[in-house]
């Protein structure tokens, strides 16, 4: 089992800028690929970003491509979502998400929150105009 905390969420104003952490602990984090996810009040929870186990492929939701990064740091069990030129249309609490799934290989990323089984709490990210 793994376990997820989030971090790095707050109020930042348009055109902003932050990176948000999820700290994996109870297995080391190379044994996951990981995504991120987030959910805007009254909207249901939308894939953000996601990357292998092995850290070598990545995937963006078109909004945000260009402006968000997901990176991963196996030795810190850590990983991060940098998220610039941030929109009011960013705002949302934002989940990263672990699957320990093989089948598929170390180059494998997935997008659909279904396939992820193991969640953190979520960290707020507010963008004002």
């Known amino acids: 089992q793994v376990q997820l905390v989030e971090s790095g969420g707050g109020l930042v104003q348009a055109g902003g800028s932050l990176r948000l952490s999820c700290a994996a602990s109870g297995r080391t984090c190379n044994n996951y690929a990981m995504g991120w996810f987030r959910q805007a009040p009254g909207k249901e929870r939308e894939f953000v970003a996601a990357?292998?186990?092995?850290?070598?492929?990545?995937y963006y939701k078109d909004s945000v491509k260009g402006r968000f990064t997901i990176s991963r740091d196996n030795a810190k069990n850590t990983v991060y979502l940098q998220v610039n030129s941030l929109r009011p249309e960013d705002t949302a609490v934002y989940y990263c998400?672990?699957?320990?799934?093989?089948?598929?290989?170390?180059?494998?990323?997935?997008?659909?929150?279904?396939?992820?089984?193991?969640w953190g709490q979520g960290t707020q990210v507010t963008v004002s105009s």
């Open positions: 990357i292998s186990r092995n850290g070598g492929s990545t």
């Open positions: 998400a672990a699957n320990g799934g093989t089948y598929y290989g170390p180059s494998y990323y997935y997008t659909d929150s279904n396939d992820y089984d193991h």
